[in-house]
């Protein structure tokens, strides 16, 4: 069955105040969020207070992954849906946050040149 709603709840709140501190580390509204991802204000005020047991969908999900340039997983992580072990390595996205307290869009810019480095050394190795 289920996880007891307790644990849902608590994982939600989790997941708001995440979405919560991504808005306000970009100096935006809660309207202006909303209006972006296409849901109603007041949805995300009760997302960000923790008070949508059983209404966040995997669609608002995408919806805010797509506009914070933060992969589902991430989200899913950082709220604890998805466990993560003390031996993985931190994706690089929650490392530069954790770290250096960068903004998403300098996160977004750092995943960027990840990718163009990766693929500019990954050629030269399979060649």
Same mark, same amino acid.
Do not use: H, W
């Given at each position: 069955?289920?996880?007891?709603?307790?644990?849902?709840?608590?994982?939600?709140?989790?997941?708001?105040?995440?979405?919560?501190? $991504?808005?306000? %580390?970009? =100096?935006?509204?809660?309207?202006?969020?909303?209006?972006?991802?296409? +849901? &109603?204000?007041?949805?995300? *005020?009760?997302?960000?207070?923790?008070?949508?047991?059983?209404?966040?969908?995997?669609?608002?999900?995408?919806?805010?992954?797509?506009?914070?340039?933060?992969?589902?997983?991430? $989200?899913?992580? %950082?709220? =604890?849906?998805?466990?993560?072990?003390?031996?993985?390595?931190?994706? +690089? &996205?929650?490392?530069?946050? *954790?770290?250096?307290?960068?903004?998403?869009?300098?996160?977004?810019?750092?995943?960027?040149?990840?990718?163009?480095?990766?693929?500019?050394?990954?050629?030269?190795?399979?060649?």
């Amino acid at each position: 069955m289920g996880k007891p709603r307790k644990y849902i709840s608590r994982e939600i709140t989790r997941l708001g105040k995440y979405l919560k501190q $991504l808005r306000q %580390e970009q =100096g935006l509204s809660i309207r202006s969020v909303a209006k972006s991802c296409k +849901i &109603a204000p007041s949805y995300l *005020a009760k997302i960000e207070t923790g008070d949508t047991f059983k209404t966040i969908g995997i669609g608002t999900l995408v919806k805010f992954s797509k506009f914070y340039g933060i992969p589902v997983s991430s $989200l899913l992580k %950082e709220a =604890g849906f998805i466990d993560s072990y003390e031996s993985d390595l931190p994706e +690089i &996205a929650q490392y530069l946050r *954790a770290k250096y307290q960068l903004s998403p869009q300098a996160i977004r810019d750092m995943e960027m040149a990840k990718e163009i480095v990766d693929k500019k050394y990954s050629r030269k190795q399979n060649a």
